[in-house]
């Protein structure tokens, strides 16, 4: 476990984002992938994944990049893009690692927790690094990395079944780490904020008692990475009552943002679950996370300080004239939800209010390459704006290509 015998590494990769990354443990070129907790889970369920090597029209020919699928569905399987350029290092040893016979992979969570590490098989039945003519790789500009991401993202929405047929095959052969493991964090940084245990236990998989519980404490240590521990509130209740006024309420210089976080079972069983019943889910959790913002924003209403109570100490929240910021945070967004949300959000500017809504790669991505508190709300803001101006819900992704072409 790198956290163990390598702890620069392990440091290393709670600071990036999710993709791919050559790593060198004990000076053995590796691969450590970061994605989320679903797209780990399908690996180990479905024995490995797939890379598609995906030729991208250039100025003299084409160039690779690639797109590595994560089957957690047949149809819509959770993917990383990953633009390649042939003047960086990471990308001419990544094509290395995937044009060898076998690889050693690290898999991290959003978070930057090891779960898994595998030595693995690769079978290439026909990837474009066998059929190709030469392997070129683009120079690295913005516009090129962002061009590719939209290409890549097309690509992959509109690949046939000879496409799927010619994709390397990553395939896990042996544990290099028992996997079957909870992390029990003490760190004080991560796990101090009003409302803490004082620590979390963590697993890669969920079960159905409580998904939430985790979710809520997973956002928090995402906001500590910006805030100081008294911005941070988890759980607070309206005072003198037992309902809970948010899940979570961060307190900026500009911006109080009352969050409502909805998760699902993450486990094998709730990862077999069909698409139909995944976008019902998220629907649900998308209606109930805005009637319990709405249901906050009332409570505001009735004037300064807001009594809250959490952990059974009075807590007096002063908006002061800061702006109020509804963020609801789903566990997975999919297009067929995009008039719902883009309808929440126009009736919430309408009545005056901020909203945003995410899934849960889109929160850790933006908070991610925006750890400052002022730019992290300009940008969540600047999103929504962008959504009212189209008149259209736009994919986080989509927004986070145009503002940042590495992701």
């Known amino acids: 476990m790198l956290a163990l015998t390598h702890p620069d590494i392990a440091a290393r990769m709670t600071a990036l984002p999710s993709g791919l990354f050559p790593i060198r443990p004990d000076g053995k070129l590796s691969l450590a992938i970061k994605a989320s907790k679903e797209a780990l889970i399908a690996i180990r369920e479905h024995g490995g994944f797939a890379v598609y090597v995906v030729p991208v029209p250039a100025r003299d020919g084409v160039a690779i990049s690639l797109v590595t699928a994560f089957f957690d569905d ?33 898999l991290f969570d959003d978070l930057g927790w090891e779960r898994m590490s595998y030595r693995c098989r690769i079978e290439d039945p026909g990837s474009y690094f066998r059929t190709g003519p030469d392997i070129r790789l683009a120079p690295f ?101 037992d ?39 998220s629907q649900a959790q998308l209606k109930a996370a805005l009637g319990q913002i709405t249901g906050a924003f009332r409570y505001t209403d009735r004037g300064e300080p807001v009594p809250l109570t959490c952990k059974g100490d009075d807590i007096d929240l002063y908006v002061n004239g800061r702006a109020l910021l509804g963020l609801a ?65 736009i994919p986080a992704k989509a927004f986070l290509n145009e503002r940042l072409p590495r992701i």
């Open 329 to 393: 945070v789903i566990k997975e967004i999919f297009p067929t939800q995009a008039e719902d949300i883009f309808s929440a959000i126009e009736r919430s500017r309408s009545a005056g209010r901020k909203l945003a809504i995410l899934d849960f790669p889109a929160l850790s991505t933006f908070v991610h390459h925006f750890p400052d508190e002022d730019r992290f709300v300009a940008e969540l803001g600047l999103y929504t704006d962008q959504m009212i101006a189209s008149e259209t819900w």
């Open 243 to 281: 309902r809970e006024y948010a899940d979570l309420v961060c307190a900026t210089q500009s911006t109080v943002i009352v969050i409502q976080a909805k998760d699902s079972p993450t486990d094998a069983r709730a990862m077999a679950r069909s698409l139909g019943r995944k976008r019902r889910a």
């Open 74 to 106: 047949a149809d819509e399987p959770l993917v990383i893009r990953t633009p390649l350029f042939g003047d960086e290092t990471p990308s001419i040893e990544t094509v290395a690692l995937l044009t060898g016979e076998e690889l050693d992979i690290y």
């Open 141 to 241: 500009t913005r516009e090129n990395s962002r061009v590719i991401l939209s290409f890549l993202a097309e690509w992959f929405g509109l690949r046939t079944p000879l496409d799927d047929s010619q994709a390397i095959r990553v395939r896990l052969s042996e544990e290099l780490w028992p996997s079957d493991q909870a992390i029990l964090d003490l760190r004080e940084p991560p796990n101090k904020y009003l409302g803490s245990d004082g620590f979390v236990m963590s697993a890669l998989e969920r079960d159905e008692t409580r998904p939430g519980f985790h979710q809520e404490r997973d956002i928090a240590a995402l906001f500590r990475r910006f805030l100081s521990p008294e911005q941070v509130i988890l759980n607070p209740f309206r005072r003198g009552s």
